[in-house]
């Protein structure tokens, strides 16, 4: 490749030996041996040919000539010539360190790099050149007297290296890369690993104080002297439990791993050379060398594989991928790793060799627009082999979280010593980061730089946590003062009865358990009284769990919900902060305009169709002359232009406003960035689909717009433009595009520089420099621009209309843009581009002096054409969603990677923000005084809406991170844009940490898996931007209207059931340690059991877990009310329904009713008939429990009479099984019913009184709405 003439000549490099000597077998050093060819790869690929040659001719079909001299391998001396290398290498990488960094450092910041690459490379050929000069001439490295050296001597591969400040230099030369210098290319999502399962699970689980109290309560029943009832009544439950647990943990990871096997083993083509790499060759067997034919040179086989016109490919898993690796990826083809493109190859022959390629980021940044990336043209002229790259050296910045900016720069060093090396600047422009998807039709062609868990996607998503319910805690508080209870109560027995010494019998054994120590007694005191923390409550909590989880997923109202994690469905209903994405969660993305006003006149709605006609009549002239003159627009400009200014002051006449319509028109239709496209369509592959590219839905939606009124862009190159008339089908305007000025965040505005073409003559190339005489009649030139109101206000010139009619679209929720355009000489046009490309070549100040450029020549006076309204589409029921969601007393952020300006829209229009409420916008913070003064402007008006950027959050969060989080809390709404996924997931951290509060997260994007994984709640929604955050959330839903319907439907009967549940079973526990406690006093404090084998198994299984755990279906309210009244859902977040005030009446109510069981059971039998004491105390038990449970429900249920009676029914029928405990004979007698019937009713009927009047005279709640 020959460089540029000015480019400065620099020393010979050092050869690659990717095609050199070392190359070779050991029998070319040594005729009498025989030759070794190395098998052929069965995975190899040719494209476009035989896959049994190497190749050298490109995909496109270049051709790289070589030097067709012999040459002898050297690979046999690789013991001592490579030493010998590696002693003169290591010097030269030393010195070289420092200026491979000051080389790279000396590129320019990103930003500076990529606004002077799109502003100067896009515009125009020449200026690409002339910059990528000067950055050549910054670029080029100095020699080093080593290098000189080394360069008249044989070389092997040089080795990729990281220099002191971990800049990575990656030379693409085969085997130039060590496989454990970077990490490897793996997906990793699972938590465990097959090691580490059991221990971290079981660590997770015990860590709960109930498992762990249950634990050693099983454990001590190994202890004879302390066995109570069957071991497997304590060691059963608990094995159950954690079986149930680890399954579920165990069935999610293998999920995961499975999703990760996916993703590594998609397969990718890789150039490859066809030759075994040196760090991969193994020792070439003896016998295998006898192979009687003559070696050939390296030469030769090179003249033979060109010959093939072949490009090897050789087919990769991702996992499989390395550093330095060559990719070949195709339209619709997920990038596996962080790549730099290396070149972009046209599916049809007959387009230009641009560069140009488009990719979508949705799951990175979560922006469903194509972005416009660029092969370096420094790569983009070579052959697509690797033998062509192979004399490449890419030097990256490290390592970063950082989506949207890149350091780098890549280095041709030439074979041919006669050539110079020469380096191009590497910017954000030239990178595909890995899990971005490659949309346009072109070949790509990558080079990996990142792989695995230094790629972007995994350095701004975190690890899974395993997430814990807030109800779970509050239990395990609970549980807490349960044992405190129990372990009281057994001391106090204890001392009670009177700590005395111990007398074993005459045998020397303790039988007696009345002759146990004290402490044994103690203990076993605390094993009689450990039904107070039933083992059977972490059961029924996660069976409940599992039935929540499938009402949810097979309720209709809200289809294709996926419960992933069902151990939170409570925490639905306890969220009190909503931190919502933007793009595809509450928008479609999808834009439509709607509204275009020209001054005096506002079109919408099917006033459309007079647009319609006034562009029909005004584009039609090029049809009726009987040719395509692409001439006679610009004739209609100047029309325009002449119309426009005759009626100056004067009523617009119906001619005029057509005029002005139709120049609005022509300038929406060249000032954008897109790209139209055509592929055969997926249902009829006859039919040929026309789409369009664009990096924002904004100039889509205003593309086809101008297309719906007639007027199409059938043609668009980074050189020109055409459109097309929809009437005729014939092209009425062509355009050279002189300078394109993209859209930034910093300006809010675009902007293009045009020279309408005419057919009769050929316009002079501005861009050329020729001297030519210019026809000015036939090449005018024109200046479009279009952009925000607030930036573009002072552009244009006076008016008296564009404020209020800005204001007004704003109101109605539509995104403003404001189009004007200005009438450039030749001799202007010229003198504007010297001093434009002058000052981008400059190296401080680059982009400020561009800009006063820009201001002096361009955007001074713009004629004001128009202002166009676009509506970003909201979801379904999106509006009513957050109004419901807001009156249930959630406090909603959106956190978006998108614009200031598409935030604020979005905002209003989806009522994030209500109607006359204030937005205090906070953007491009960079000092701390400007932070504290924005804190103490919100201090004083704390209704406002908060509108920030990401920049100004950073500076918020490293220098006020309290004050502003404890602000920030106390807004109504908080709208944060321009944010990277990790500063989503620290927000949601940040919330969650200050105000100890539940947080859901919702997202549908790559960008939102760290921020869903943070929250106590995430919800994925399935949509355009994939299935990533679906797959990675608690709960995966279709569309954002379905969440109202998860929290204030779902969320308030999962946790209403699950602490009722709760209750019960602690209730149900604790009754029957009320009945063991009064038996122990009555006793003498002795550690007697009162109810033992299958009694106590059978009480909390058998007869009472059924009708307790059918309180799971039970509702206060329906689904209708809780609709109509989200303020119901206010109460839940403040935990009302299990608080320690709750479970202190609990507890009451259990020793009320404990006591009465047992001491009236006591009474009116006595302890000397036991087993009729039993039989009596325990058969109200039971019953008691039962009655309790109907009393509970609030609505019937058809399974819960069912369990009521039949828990009933098998009670009495198990009676004749239980002649061990009771005494039957006594059951069947009329004294045994009437004083069940007595004790039920002094046990029952007060608590049940309090109840009603205590609801009678504060009702809750739910009781007053359903009522109304």
Same mark, same amino acid.
Request: proline content about 5%; hydrophobic content about 35%; aromatic content about 8%.
């Given at each position: 490749?020959?460089?540029?003439?000015?480019?400065?000549?620099?020393?010979?490099?050092?050869?690659?030996?990717?095609?050199?000597?070392?190359?070779?077998?050991?029998?070319?050093?040594?005729?009498?041996?025989?030759?070794?060819?190395?098998?052929?790869?069965?995975?190899?690929?040719?494209?476009?040919?035989?896959?049994?040659?190497?190749?050298?001719?490109?995909?496109?079909?270049?051709?790289?000539?070589?030097?067709?001299?012999?040459?002898?391998?050297?690979?046999?001396?690789?013991?001592?010539?490579?030493?010998?290398?590696?002693?003169?290498? $290591?010097?030269?990488?030393?010195?070289?360190?420092?200026?491979? +960094?000051?080389?790279?450092?000396?590129?320019?910041?990103?930003?500076?790099?990529?606004?002077?690459?799109?502003?100067?490379?896009?515009?125009?050929?020449?200026?690409?050149?002339?910059?990528?000069?000067?950055?050549?001439?910054?670029?080029?490295?100095?020699?080093?007297?080593?290098?000189?050296?080394?360069?008249?001597?044989?070389?092997?591969?040089?080795?990729?290296?990281?220099?002191?400040?971990?800049?990575?230099?990656?030379?693409?030369?085969?085997?130039?890369?060590?496989?454990?210098?970077?990490?490897?290319?793996?997906?990793?999502?699972?938590?465990?690993?097959?090691?580490?399962?059991?221990?971290?699970?079981?660590?997770?689980?015990?860590?709960?104080?109930?498992?762990?109290?249950?634990?050693?309560?099983?454990?001590?029943?190994?202890?004879?002297?302390?066995?109570?009832?069957?071991?497997?009544?304590?060691?059963?439950?608990?094995?159950?439990?954690?079986?149930?647990?680890?399954?579920?943990?165990?069935?999610?990871?293998?999920?995961?791993?499975? +999703?990760?096997?996916? $993703?590594?083993?998609?397969?990718?083509?890789?150039?490859?050379?066809?030759?075994?790499?040196?760090?991969?060759?193994?020792?070439?067997?003896?016998?295998?060398?006898?192979?009687?034919?003559?070696?050939?040179?390296?030469?030769?086989?090179?003249?033979?594989?060109?010959?093939?016109?072949?490009?090897?490919?050789?087919?990769?898993?991702?996992?499989?991928?390395?550093?330095?690796?060559?990719?070949?990826?195709?339209?619709?083809?997920?990038?596996?790793?962080?790549?730099?493109?290396?070149?972009?190859?046209?599916?049809?022959? =007959?387009?230009?060799?641009?560069?140009?390629?488009?990719?979508?980021?949705?799951?990175? !940044?979560?922006?469903? !627009?194509? @972005?416009?990336?660029?092969?370096?043209?420094?790569?983009?002229?070579?052959?697509?082999?690797?033998?062509?790259?192979?004399?490449?050296?890419?030097?990256?910045?490290?390592?970063?979280?950082?989506?949207?900016?890149?350091?780098?720069?890549?280095?041709?060093?030439?074979?041919?010593?006669?050539?110079?090396?020469?380096?191009?600047?590497?910017?954000?422009?030239?990178?595909?980061?890995?899990?971005?998807?490659?949309?346009?039709?072109?070949?790509?062609?990558?080079?990996?730089?990142?792989?695995?868990?230094?790629?972007?996607?995994?350095?701004?998503?975190? @690890?899974?946590?395993?997430?814990?319910?807030?109800?779970?805690?509050?239990?395990?508080?609970?549980?807490?003062?349960?044992?405190?209870?129990?372990?009281?109560?057994?001391?106090?027995?204890? $001392?009670?009865?009177?700590?005395?010494?111990?007398?074993?019998?005459?045998?020397?054994?303790?039988?007696?358990?009345?002759?146990?120590?004290?402490?044994?007694?103690?203990?076993?005191?605390?094993?009689?009284?450990?039904?107070?923390?039933?083992?059977?409550?972490?059961?029924?909590?996660?069976?409940?769990?599992?039935?929540?989880?499938?009402?949810?997923?097979?309720?209709?109202?809200?289809?294709?919900?996926?419960?992933?994690?069902?151990?939170?469905?409570?925490?639905?209903?306890?969220?009190?902060?909503?931190?919502?994405?933007?793009?595809?969660?509450?928008?479609?993305?999808?834009?439509?305009?709607?509204?275009?006003?020209?001054?005096?006149?506002?079109?919408?709605?099917?006033?459309?169709?007079?647009?319609?006609?006034?562009?029909?009549?005004?584009?039609?002239?090029?049809?009726?002359?009987?040719?395509?003159?692409?001439?006679?627009?610009?004739?209609?400009?100047?029309?325009?232009?002449?119309?426009?200014?005759?009626?100056?002051?004067?009523?617009?006449?119906?001619?005029?406003?057509?005029?002005?319509?139709?120049?609005?028109?022509?300038?929406?239709?060249?000032?954008?960035?897109?790209?139209?496209?055509?592929?055969?369509?997926?249902?009829?592959?006859?039919?040929?689909?026309?789409?369009?590219?664009?990096?924002?839905?904004?100039?889509?939606?205003?593309?086809?717009?101008?297309?719906?009124?007639?007027?199409?862009?059938?043609?668009?190159? +980074?050189?020109?433009?055409?459109?097309?008339?929809?009437?005729?089908?014939?092209?009425?305007?062509?355009?050279?595009?002189?300078?394109?000025?993209?859209?930034?965040?910093?300006?809010?505005?675009?902007?293009?520089?045009?020279?309408?073409?005419?057919?009769?003559?050929?316009?002079?190339?501005?861009?050329?420099?020729?001297?030519?005489?210019? !026809?000015?009649?036939?090449?005018?030139?024109?200046?479009?621009?279009?952009?925000?109101?607030?930036?573009?206000?002072?552009?244009?010139?006076?008016?008296?209309?564009?404020?209020?009619?800005?204001?007004?679209?704003?109101?109605?929720?539509?995104?403003?843009?404001?189009?004007?355009? @200005?009438?450039?000489?030749?001799?202007?046009?010229?003198?504007? =581009?010297?001093?434009?490309?002058?000052?981008?070549?400059?190296?401080?100040?680059?982009?400020?002096?561009?800009? @006063?450029?820009?201001?002096?020549?361009?955007?001074?006076?713009?004629?004001?054409?128009?202002?166009?309204?676009?509506?970003?589409?909201?979801?379904?029921?999106?509006?009513? =969603?957050?109004?419901?969601?807001?009156?249930?007393?959630?406090?909603?952020?959106?956190?978006?990677?998108?614009?200031?300006?598409?935030?604020?829209?979005?905002?209003?229009?989806?009522?994030?923000?209500?109607?006359?409420?204030?937005?205090?916008?906070?953007?491009?913070?960079?000092?701390?005084?400007?932070?504290?003064?924005?804190?103490?402007?919100?201090?004083?008006?704390?209704?406002?809406?908060?509108?920030?950027?990401?920049? =100004?959050?950073?500076?918020?969060?490293?220098?006020?991170?309290?004050?502003?989080?404890?602000?920030?809390?106390?807004?109504?709404?908080?709208?944060?844009?321009?944010?990277?996924?990790?500063?989503?997931?620290?927000?949601?951290?940040?919330?969650?940490?200050?105000?100890?509060?539940?947080?859901?997260?919702?997202?549908?994007?790559?960008?939102?898996?760290?921020?869903?994984?943070?929250?106590?709640?995430?919800?994925?929604?399935?949509?355009?931007?994939?299935?990533?955050?679906?797959?990675?959330?608690?709960?995966?839903?279709?569309?954002?209207?379905?969440?109202?319907?998860?929290?204030?439907?779902?969320?308030?009967?999962? #946790?209403?059931?699950?602490?009722?549940?709760?209750?019960?079973?602690?209730?149900?526990?604790?009754?029957?340690?009320?009945?063991?406690?009064?038996?122990?006093?009555?006793?003498?404090?002795?550690?007697? $059991?009162?109810?033992?084998?299958?009694?106590?198994?059978?009480?909390?299984?058998?007869?009472?877990?059924?009708?307790?755990?059918?309180?799971?279906?039970?509702?206060?309210?329906?689904?209708?009310?809780?609709?109509?009244?989200?303020?119901?859902?206010?109460?839940?977040?403040?935990?009302?329904?299990?608080? #320690?005030?709750?479970?202190?009446?609990?507890?009451?109510?259990?020793?009320?009713?404990?006591?009465?069981?047992?001491?009236?059971?006591?009474?009116?039998?006595?302890?000397?008939?036991?087993?009729?004491?039993?039989?009596?105390?325990?058969?109200?038990?039971?019953?008691?429990?039962?009655?309790?449970?109907?009393?509970?429900?609030?609505?019937?249920?058809?399974?819960?009479?069912?369990?009521?009676?039949?828990?009933?029914?098998?009670?009495?029928?198990?009676?004749?099984?239980?002649?061990?405990?009771?005494?039957?004979?006594?059951?069947?007698?009329?004294?045994?019913?009437?004083?069940?019937?007595?004790?039920?009713?002094?046990?029952?009927?007060?608590?049940?009184?309090?109840?009603?009047?205590?609801?009678?005279?504060?009702?809750?709640?739910?009781?007053?709405?359903?009522?109304?």
């Amino acid at each position: 490749m020959s460089s540029h003439p000015s480019l400065p000549r620099s020393p010979s490099p050092i050869p690659s030996d990717s095609d050199s000597d070392l190359d070779l077998d050991l029998e070319e050093l040594d005729p009498s041996s025989a030759s070794y060819q190395p098998a052929r790869n069965s995975g190899y690929q040719a494209v476009g040919g035989d896959h049994r040659a190497s190749s050298t001719t490109g995909i496109g079909g270049s051709k790289k000539t070589r030097d067709p001299s012999p040459r002898i391998g050297l690979k046999s001396l690789m013991g001592g010539g490579r030493r010998k290398y590696e002693r003169l290498k $290591a010097t030269e990488d030393d010195s070289d360190h420092e200026e491979d +960094r000051q080389g790279l450092l000396g590129v320019g910041s990103p930003s500076n790099s990529r606004d002077a690459h799109r502003r100067s490379g896009e515009g125009s050929h020449g200026q690409e050149e002339s910059a990528l000069l000067h950055i050549s001439r910054g670029l080029s490295r100095s020699p080093s007297k080593t290098s000189l050296r080394s360069s008249r001597q044989p070389s092997p591969t040089p080795r990729s290296r990281k220099t002191s400040d971990s800049t990575r230099i990656i030379p693409l030369a085969p085997g130039s890369i060590k496989s454990p210098q970077f990490p490897p290319n793996i997906v990793s999502n699972h938590k465990f690993t097959p090691i580490t399962f059991l221990p971290l699970t079981l660590y997770h689980e015990f860590s709960y104080f109930f498992n762990l109290y249950f634990l050693l309560v099983a454990l001590s029943q190994i202890i004879p002297v302390l066995r109570i009832g069957f071991l497997s009544s304590y060691i059963v439950p608990l094995v159950f439990v954690l079986c149930v647990t680890l399954g579920k943990e165990a069935l999610d990871d293998l999920a995961r791993r499975r +999703r990760d096997a996916e $993703a590594n083993g998609e397969g990718y083509e890789v150039l490859d050379s066809g030759k075994v790499p040196y760090e991969s060759e193994q020792r070439v067997p003896k016998r295998k060398l006898k192979n009687k034919t003559q070696p050939r040179t390296v030469a030769q086989e090179e003249d033979q594989v060109e010959g093939q016109g072949q490009v090897r490919t050789v087919t990769k898993k991702a996992k499989d991928i390395k550093v330095g690796d060559i990719l070949v990826l195709h339209k619709d083809q997920r990038v596996p790793a962080d790549v730099i493109i290396l070149k972009s190859i046209p599916t049809d022959p =007959s387009d230009d060799l641009t560069g140009e390629a488009f990719i979508r980021t949705d799951q990175l !940044d979560g922006e469903t !627009d194509w @972005k416009l990336r660029i092969a370096p043209s420094l790569t983009q002229s070579l052959s697509p082999t690797l033998d062509a790259f192979s004399d490449l050296t890419i030097t990256a910045s490290p390592p970063s979280k950082a989506v949207d900016s890149f350091l780098g720069k890549i280095t041709l060093t030439p074979q041919d010593s006669s050539n110079p090396s020469s380096s191009q600047a590497l910017t954000i422009d030239n990178t595909a980061w890995a899990n971005t998807v490659i949309a346009s039709t072109t070949t790509t062609i990558a080079a990996v730089i990142f792989t695995g868990p230094e790629t972007r996607q995994s350095l701004s998503t975190s @690890k899974a946590r395993s997430k814990t319910g807030l109800l779970e805690e509050e239990i395990n508080n609970l549980t807490k003062i349960l044992c405190f209870i129990t372990f009281t109560l057994s001391i106090v027995l204890v $001392a009670l009865r009177g700590i005395e010494p111990h007398k074993p019998d005459s045998d020397g054994t303790d039988n007696d358990v009345a002759n146990t120590p004290w402490y044994v007694k103690i203990m076993r005191f605390l094993i009689l009284f450990s039904s107070i923390i039933p083992i059977s409550l972490r059961v029924n909590l996660d069976m409940g769990k599992s039935v929540y989880a499938r009402f949810i997923e097979r309720d209709e109202g809200i289809q294709g919900t996926v419960v992933r994690t069902s151990t939170i469905p409570e925490e639905l209903g306890r969220v009190e902060y909503l931190l919502s994405d933007k793009t595809g969660t509450l928008t479609q993305n999808d834009m439509e305009l709607k509204k275009v006003h020209v001054g005096t006149v506002s079109y919408a709605g099917e006033a459309m169709d007079e647009v319609m006609e006034y562009v029909r009549q005004g584009f039609s002239i090029a049809a009726s002359t009987g040719s395509s003159d692409p001439s006679l627009p610009s004739i209609l400009v100047t029309q325009a232009t002449g119309s426009a200014q005759q009626s100056s002051g004067a009523g617009r006449t119906r001619r005029e406003i057509g005029s002005r319509v139709r120049d609005v028109v022509l300038a929406l239709s060249l000032c954008h960035n897109v790209t139209p496209t055509t592929a055969p369509s997926l249902e009829d592959p006859t039919i040929i689909e026309t789409s369009y590219q664009a990096s924002s839905p904004d100039e889509i939606a205003i593309v086809r717009w101008t297309e719906s009124v007639g007027l199409r862009l059938v043609h668009r190159d +980074r050189k020109s433009i055409a459109l097309q008339s929809v009437a005729t089908g014939d092209v009425v305007v062509r355009v050279k595009i002189l300078e394109l000025f993209p859209f930034t965040s910093e300006g809010k505005r675009m902007g293009i520089v045009t020279q309408f073409q005419s057919a009769q003559k050929q316009e002079p190339d501005l861009l050329a420099g020729t001297d030519e005489e210019d !026809d000015t009649s036939r090449g005018h030139i024109w200046f479009f621009q279009k952009g925000a109101d607030t930036v573009m206000s002072t552009i244009v010139g006076t008016n008296d209309w564009l404020d209020e009619e800005c204001g007004n679209m704003a109101r109605e929720g539509l995104r403003t843009l404001v189009v004007g355009r @200005k009438r450039l000489s030749v001799e202007k046009y010229r003198e504007f =581009s010297e001093r434009y490309k002058f000052a981008s070549l400059l190296l401080q100040n680059r982009d400020k002096e561009m800009q @006063k450029v820009i201001d002096e020549y361009l955007e001074r006076d713009l004629e004001l054409l128009g202002v166009t309204g676009v509506e970003d589409k909201l979801q379904r029921d999106v509006k009513p =969603s957050i109004e419901l969601l807001r009156n249930a007393g959630i406090k909603i952020w959106m956190l978006t990677g998108d614009k200031v300006e598409t935030a604020r829209c979005v905002a209003v229009s989806a009522k994030l923000v209500s109607r006359g409420q204030y937005i205090h916008t906070v953007a491009k913070l960079k000092r701390k005084d400007a932070a504290y003064d924005t804190l103490e402007f919100l201090r004083n008006k704390t209704d406002s809406c908060l509108l920030i950027d990401g920049e =100004s959050l950073a500076l918020f969060l490293d220098s006020y991170r309290d004050d502003f989080i404890s602000l920030a809390v106390r807004l109504p709404a908080v709208v944060a844009c321009r944010c990277t996924p990790t500063q989503k997931a620290d927000i949601a951290r940040l919330i969650r940490a200050f105000t100890k509060k539940r947080i859901c997260c919702i997202g549908d994007g790559g960008n939102d898996v760290s921020m869903i994984q943070a929250a106590d709640v995430g919800v994925g929604i399935v949509g355009k931007e994939g299935r990533q955050a679906s797959l990675a959330a608690d709960f995966s839903i279709t569309q954002f209207a379905h969440l109202t319907k998860l929290l204030v439907w779902h969320g308030r009967n999962s #946790y209403k059931r699950s602490a009722k549940l709760a209750q019960f079973v602690i209730h149900r526990g604790l009754i029957i340690s009320v009945c063991q406690t009064m038996f122990s006093i009555a006793s003498k404090f002795e550690p007697i $059991a009162l109810y033992q084998g299958w009694l106590l198994v059978g009480y909390a299984t058998l007869y009472t877990m059924a009708p307790v755990f059918s309180l799971v279906l039970d509702k206060d309210v329906d689904e209708h009310l809780a609709n109509l009244y989200p303020e119901l859902y206010k109460e839940l977040t403040e935990g009302r329904s299990l608080s #320690y005030k709750t479970f202190g009446m609990w507890v009451l109510v259990s020793v009320y009713q404990g006591g009465v069981i047992q001491g009236l059971s006591q009474i009116l039998v006595g302890l000397d008939r036991f087993k009729k004491m039993v039989a009596v105390s325990f058969t109200v038990l039971v019953l008691n429990e039962l009655v309790m449970v109907a009393l509970e429900i609030t609505t019937w249920h058809l399974y819960m009479i069912l369990t009521l009676a039949t828990t009933a029914l098998l009670f009495v029928a198990s009676m004749p099984l239980l002649g061990e405990y009771f005494d039957l004979n006594y059951v069947l007698t009329v004294g045994y019913l009437w004083r069940v019937l007595a004790i039920m009713s002094v046990s029952i009927i007060p608590p049940w009184v309090i109840k009603v009047i205590s609801r009678r005279w504060r009702p809750p709640s739910w009781d007053k709405v359903r009522g109304v």
